[in-house]
């Protein structure tokens, strides 16, 4: 089953420097946090902060491509967590037909905030993203998954470009 989750924000980790994105059930309290690299991060900051750079960003050229051949994306899913490796997929549509392509949740993400299509995660990774904190000796999960809760606005915020 896929639960559907809207960005709440970018951050940077405290612990570590990495850039988090911050995912949120659209209908409950889940919230998955995906560590990405910092031009991942800064390509999803861009269309967050609806900056615009004077030759398009890989995402832009993707959406101008995908425009042009008259092919749409219906979601994404974040589908896979494994060995602390997040996967994600694209599902296109193209004349009628569904295709799905493999992708880095960074870059599903950053095409989904630039098409304004749904985003999704399948449960098992909501799932096993908590037992995988929960076993994780690199970081207290209580404390992280309280900060991340107890994020505002204001904390939202800090990630810079």
């Not at 919230?31 to 832009?60: C, F």
């Not at 050229?61 to 994306?73: F, R, Y």
């Not at 602390?84 to 295709?99: C, M, N, P, S, T």
Request: with cysteine; glycine share 4%; charged share 25%.
């Amino acid at each position: 089953m896929e639960v559907e989750m809207k960005i709440r924000g970018l951050m940077m980790d405290p612990m570590n420097n990495m850039p988090i994105v911050i995912l949120k059930d659209v209908s409950g309290n889940s919230i998955l946090p995906i560590w990405v690299g910092s031009y991942e991060a800064n390509a999803i900051a861009l269309e967050i902060e609806k900056v615009s750079t004077q030759r398009p960003m890989t995402h832009d050229l993707i959406k101008t491509l995908l425009m042009g051949l008259s092919a749409g994306v219906r979601k994404v899913v974040v589908t896979e967590l494994r060995e602390d490796v997040f996967y994600a997929v694209i599902w296109l549509e193209k004349d009628g037909q569904l295709i799905s392509i493999d992708s880095r949740p960074s870059d599903a993400l950053a095409i989904a905030l630039r098409l304004d299509c749904p985003i999704y995660v399948d449960d098992s990774v909501l799932h096993n993203s908590k037992m995988a904190s929960a076993i994780s000796e690199k970081v207290n999960s209580d404390e992280l998954r309280q900060w991340l809760e107890n994020l505002n606005d204001e904390d939202l915020g800090r990630y810079k470009m």
